[in-house]
């Protein structure tokens, strides 16, 4: 079977290398956003960091705690972001080697169960869906500096 | 072992919802783009075809084959590209399942060798993020129809 390492680990790369980029631009970056002002590009970096965490902590087996961000509102939220996110894709490797199972916990107090293979699955999915979107809302507003290209699964394997 | 099962039957899933929900919007969606004329949500969605078309060749050690359509410029292209999608995507929900091996083929620029791993991750990538790229060209035009919250692996696993 082929494993779902490389691409947690490309998640992991392509994270860190997108949100550095981002955190070069120009602090108003952070406010644009595609159509819906509700979903500007700070909030899709920390919902993305949000939903990691909680798919993480699912896999752990442990009461999901949310994340508490110091600075949400400002430009230096990016810093807290790349930690928890260090934090977290290097945590969802320890669950590759495992077996798949049910995952049990619960959501707003009712019981859920899922694969662990859902889970991991839908956190890479998640975040690669949700980096395209943010680099789709910068290229809506002109600023071209950051190429989606050079952040592709080749990309990662041609620099390790 | 966590494998990449799960994400390819996902992807062959979301391919074929999405590709059909543009079918239903007016042609002229086709020729939407979010900042480069280039890259209009057609040819995104012929580009996703040709590149699976391609790792796919690789993948399964076929000799080079040019991806062609017969109805390019017409919005019938959907109804090949859906035809090809359904052929491609099957074979790699097999491919999950083989060993990892080192695979060599034939580029414009001579001999190459990638990882199945990296093939198959990458084309599970590249697919992810340009249909995201999709919708978000759509949303900039205010079609608003699709909803990427509806094709995540949640909602695979939901419904299969």
Same mark, same amino acid.
């Given at each position: ?160 | ?13 979301? $391919?074929? %919802?999405?590709?059909?929900? *543009?079918?239903? /919007?007016? =042609? ?9 004329? !280039? ?31 017969? $109805?390019? %410029?017409?919005?019938?292209? *959907?109804?090949? /590209?859906? =035809? ?9 929900? !097999? ?33 992810? %993020?340009?249909?995201?790229? *999709? ?26």
């Amino acid at each position: 079977m082929i494993s779902i390492e490389l691409l947690l680990k490309h998640m992991a790369w392509a994270n860190q290398g997108i949100y550095k980029a981002v955190q070069k631009l120009d602090d108003e970056v952070l406010d644009y956003y595609i159509i819906d002002p509700e979903w500007h590009i700070r909030r899709i970096l920390i919902h993305t960091v949000y939903a990691a965490h909680a798919y993480e902590q699912r896999l752990a087996g442990v009461e999901p705690k949310p994340i508490e961000l110091k600075n949400p509102d400002s430009p230096e939220v990016i810093d807290e972001l790349l930690e928890h996110l260090e934090r977290i894709d290097t945590a969802a490797l320890k669950y590759v080697d495992m077996e798949d199972r049910d995952i049990h916990y619960k959501i707003d107090g009712e019981p859920r169960t899922t694969k662990a293979s859902t889970l991991l699955s839908q956190m890479v999915f998640h975040s690669a869906e949700h980096r395209a979107q943010v680099v789709a809302a910068l290229d809506d507003k002109g600023v071209r500096d950051i190429n989606l290209d050079s952040f592709a699964v080749f990309g990662y394997v041609s620099q390790q | 072992m966590i494998s990449v099962e799960v994400l390819c039957k996902h992807m062959a899933w979301a $391919n074929q %919802e999405i590709y059909k929900e *543009i079918q239903k /919007l007016d =042609e002229k969606v086709l020729d939407y783009f979010i900042i480069d004329p !280039e890259w209009t949500v057609k040819n995104i969605m012929i580009h996703i075809v040709g590149a699976a078309h391609i790792y796919g060749g690789r993948l399964n050690k076929e000799p080079f084959s040019k991806f062609t359509l017969e $109805n390019s %410029e017409s919005s019938e292209v *959907i109804n090949e /590209l859906l =035809e090809h999608l359904e052929r491609l995507d099957s074979k790699f929900i !097999e491919n999950s399942q083989m060993e990892d091996e080192e695979i060599t083929f034939t580029t414009s620029k001579g001999e190459r060798s990638a990882m199945a791993s990296t093939l198959l991750s990458q084309m599970i990538f590249h697919a992810a %993020e340009h249909r995201a790229q *999709i919708i978000a060209a759509l949303d900039k035009h205010n079609e608003r129809s699709i909803n990427l919250d509806d094709y995540d692996v949640w909602s695979y696993v939901a419904k299969n």
